[in-house]
């Protein structure tokens, strides 16, 4: 059974950063493409950045430059890490396993002062 677990989610300060983890399990993980979503309260969840089974990576325009996706396929893990956060990316943010449509339950990320 497949699973992707997120973590590192937390409260920060603006021009903070974080490090989310999304841990994956039950199937071979470094065949597949992964991303990372966000959903901010009341709005639609949007695209942050994506990683494939090479390691190609594409990111949302709002987040080049200061987040970074990465993977690291011994450990069955891709990670997100945001720099320079803004409150507006206040949103729960969700790991997606792109070739088999699955995701993960999210874990939140707080923007604030």
């Known amino acids: 059974q497949v699973q992707l677990v997120e973590s590192g989610g937390d409260l920060v300060q603006p021009g903070g950063s974080l490090r989310l983890s999304c841990a994956f399990s039950g199937s071979i993980f470094s065949i597949y493409q992964m991303g990372w979503y966000r959903q901010a309260p009341g709005k639609q969840r949007e695209l942050v950045a994506v990683i494939g089974k090479g390691g190609s990576t594409n990111y949302a325009d709002s987040v080049k430059g200061r987040f970074t996706i990465s993977r690291d396929n011994a450990k069955n893990t891709v990670y997100l890490q945001m720099n320079s956060l803004k409150p507006e990316e206040t949103a729960g943010y969700y790991c997606?396993?792109?070739?088999?449509?699955?995701w993960g339950k999210g874990n939140r990320v707080t923007v604030t002062s």
């Open positions: 997606r396993n792109m070739d088999i449509d699955y």
